[in-house]
């Protein structure tokens, strides 16, 4: 039995799966399997992720499917103690995987899961721990005034330390604990997955670490994504659910001032740039998010019906 299941979903990006995987390969020597989602693969990059890897596990996923869905679809398959969920646009540069294993060493009997510091290709921090997140601090997040870089007595300290919740870019867990727990949530499409499993973790009487000590480098895109008028409406469905914590009222305080918020956004749009490429799909990203938030729907079909992607393949 391996001592680590290492989890990767890939949506048909072998290049950016390929150096994430040849990194593992280079930087672990505790036991593992490597399980990749291969979410909607071209028959020619699915031979040929066979082939190159012959040491991967290959799960595929068709249909339509968030994060929460695919990466579920590999967790039950798990067999190790530890389960390493990472991003395909990750890089390790050290025994990442080796060194958070044996940081359960040095834990409490409760800890559960426990995250690296994630820092940027240009090495600015990502996160780093994170604080509880609330439906105040959400609200604060849409509007650009939370800084997770800032520290706070759950982030941005030294070795390491207690934290609350998780970045879904990069952790460990125990592997029975997740499944305890109901893995990710899938309810979900895009997000908050990964800070619901952390908040499930305390809940349930888990403790939550980060090792600052340990370093993983993620090459997020920085651009928007031509998907992005599909794509946040879609996160906003899923925060919706999280936040509001089933209350029709916290729901509404929510919804509404998403609502007035995105008004503003489609204003502002509207007089300075909706002539541009970019203005316009702002501007229809904020459109297609006021309408989220009124239609009912839960965030995979708010992805289905904004997207253009069909949920059959």
């Not at 690296?116 to 990502?126: E, L």
């Not at 895009?190 to 480098?217: C, K, M, Q």
Request: net charge positive; glycine share 8%.
């Amino acid at each position: 039995m391996p001592q680590v299941s290492i989890i990767i979903v890939c949506m048909n990006r072998p290049d950016i799966l390929y150096p994430c995987l040849d990194s593992i390969r280079l930087h672990t020597s505790v036991s593992y399997e490597t399980l990749v989602v291969a979410y909607r693969f071209s028959p020619v990059n699915l031979q040929e992720l066979r082939s190159r890897y012959p040491w991967v596990t290959v799960v595929e996923s068709n249909g339509v499917r968030g994060f929460s869905e695919n990466n579920n679809l590999a967790l039950r398959q798990a067999r190790g103690e530890y389960c390493f969920i990472v991003n395909d646009d990750t890089v390790l540069d050290m025994p990442v995987i080796d060194r958070l294993v044996a940081d359960f060493g040095r834990l409490p009997a409760d800890a559960a899961a426990i995250s690296p510091k994630i820092v940027f290709g240009n090495g600015a921090v990502q996160t780093c721990g994170r604080a509880p997140w609330t439906m105040w601090r959400y609200m604060l997040h849409f509007i650009h005034l939370v800084d997770e870089t800032r520290p706070t007595r759950w982030s941005m300290k030294d070795g390491l330390f207690r934290t609350w919740t998780l970045n879904g870019a990069c952790f460990l867990v125990r592997t029975a604990v997740f499944r305890e727990t109901g893995w990710f949530d899938e309810r979900y499409f895009f997000t908050p997955e990964d800070i619901a499993v952390g908040h499930r973790l305390n809940d349930s009487g888990y403790s939550v670490w980060t090792d600052a000590d340990v370093v993983i480098t993620h090459l997020a895109g920085a651009s928007v994504s031509p998907m992005e008028s599909a794509i946040k409406p879609t996160r906003v469905a899923g925060a919706l659910i999280f936040y509001s914590g089933g209350s029709r009222l916290r729901r509404a305080v929510l919804g509404g001032f998403i609502r007035l918020v995105e008004g503003f956004r489609m204003l502002r749009h509207s007089i300075t740039g909706r002539s541009s490429g970019h203005g316009k799909l702002m501007y229809e990203t904020a459109r297609n998010v006021r309408w989220a938030v009124s239609s009912g729907k839960s965030p995979k079909e708010v992805f289905i019906s904004l997207s253009g992607i069909s949920q059959d393949r």
